[in-house]
């Protein structure tokens, strides 16, 4: 089955940390650029960051950068996003998505379900 499954998240106290899965079934996950993705209640959807599969670079969103970071198992086929210094905004439902060129032109291949985070004391 393709597809791609979130894992990881949960409720955490305002500067926890929290680190989300996106885990590739029938596919590898390497040939495709990989976004992550958040929204909030009565919030739109906004792009947490997003690496490009042409050149590997990462973007972050500014509300994030310097606190989460994104990493890459290829033997797992898994991206992940390590969540440092939450903050209660941070609060939302995340999604990863795969397309080959996801950020440059936003198109993608792949969503998957999303993973809660919840962060409150």
């Known amino acids: 089955q393709v597809q791609l499954v979130e894992s990881g998240g949960g409720l955490v106290q305002p500067g926890g940390s929290l680190r989300l899965s996106c885990a590739a079934s029938?596919?590898?996950?390497?040939?495709?650029?990989v976004g992550w993705f958040r929204q909030a209640p009565g919030e739109e959807r906004e792009a947490v960051s997003c690496?490009?599969?042409?050149?590997?670079?990462?973007w972050y969103a500014d509300s994030v950068k310097g606190r989460f970071t994104v990493s890459r198992d290829n033997a797992k086929n898994t991206v992940y996003l390590q969540m440092n210094s939450l903050k209660t905004e941070d609060t939302a439902v995340y999604a990863c998505?795969?397309?080959?060129?996801?950020?440059?032109?936003?198109?993608?291949?792949?969503w998957g379900q999303g993973t809660q985070v919840t962060v409150s004391s």
């Open positions: 998505a795969a397309g080959v060129k996801i950020c440059e032109l936003g198109s993608y291949e792949y």
């Open positions: 029938g596919f590898t996950l390497d040939y495709y650029g």
């Open positions: 690496t490009s599969f042409s050149d590997g670079t990462t």
